[in-house]
């Protein structure tokens, strides 16, 4: 069974559906951020300011027309052109960004990973989870409590084989609003297909049912699964 369609917001033109596997993970930052600060002027400063930043320069180094160099390589580059960067080091040139910015960003990597690059291209599908996990996690420091961008940030982790730390985050994210479904259903879901903790997930769909609306499509889903776990 799937993971829910992650927080129920809504499709992003230029997010949802877009398969950009060869290109490198700068272009899609500066596209995707560029995008979703409504820029329609100084797209080459926002430009450059990504790839600062992806490069491990300051995002304030240099002033605009100082050259368009990109600076010092930040380390190993894998195949699809993508620096090879723990998540720390991420996060720390996405640290400028804004919470849309990094929740775009975080969007286009994570719906990426799981449209098929798994399969395709185990690696690439990793560094998309990792750099989605990054940008989440940027943009909840930034903002705290956002069920949304909380479990937004647990189907990157369980993407990236963390399923205790999905767990965690999806348990998170039901704490900080008693009325959110998607945190359940991905609480459940993790618990019972990755875990095996079946009483826990059957706690966490019957909460699921519970909160959900009446009209929600995973409904006769959870049902089907609660039905199997209860023998």
């Not at 799937?2 to 230029?14: C, F, L, M, Y």
């Not at 490069?55 to 605009?64: I, V």
């Amino acid at each position: 069974m799937a993971d829910r369609e992650r927080s129920g917001k809504p499709a992003k033109p230029g997010g949802r559906g877009v398969r950009l596997w060869e290109a490198v993970v700068l272009a899609v930052i500066v596209g995707v951020a560029s995008y979703a600060a409504g820029l329609r002027n100084g797209v080459k400063t926002e430009q450059r300011r990504a790839e600062r930043a992806m490069a491990g320069e300051s995002a304030h180094a240099h002033d605009e027309g100082m050259g368009e160099g990109m600076g010092e390589s930040p380390g190993p580059v894998k195949s699809g052109g993508m620096p090879e960067m723990s998540k720390e080091e991420l996060k720390e040139r996405l640290a400028d960004f804004g919470v849309e910015e990094l929740v775009n960003i975080g969007n286009q990597h994570l719906d990426e990973a799981r449209a098929g690059g798994e399969g395709q291209d185990p690696e690439g599908a990793h560094r998309r989870f990792l750099i989605a996990a990054a940008a989440y996690e940027t943009a909840i420091a930034k903002k705290p409590n956002d069920p949304n961008l909380i479990t937004d940030l647990g189907i990157a982790l369980r993407g990236l084989g963390d399923s205790e730390g999905a767990v965690a985050r999806f348990r998170e994210a039901a704490k900080a609003d008693a009325k959110h479904p998607q945190s359940r259903f991905n609480l459940g879901l993790v618990l019972s297909a990755d875990l095996k903790r079946n009483d826990e997930a059957i706690a966490a769909w019957e909460d699921y049912l519970r909160i959900a609306p009446k009209g929600d499509p995973s409904r006769a889903t959870v049902e089907k699964e609660l039905k199997k776990l209860k023998g």
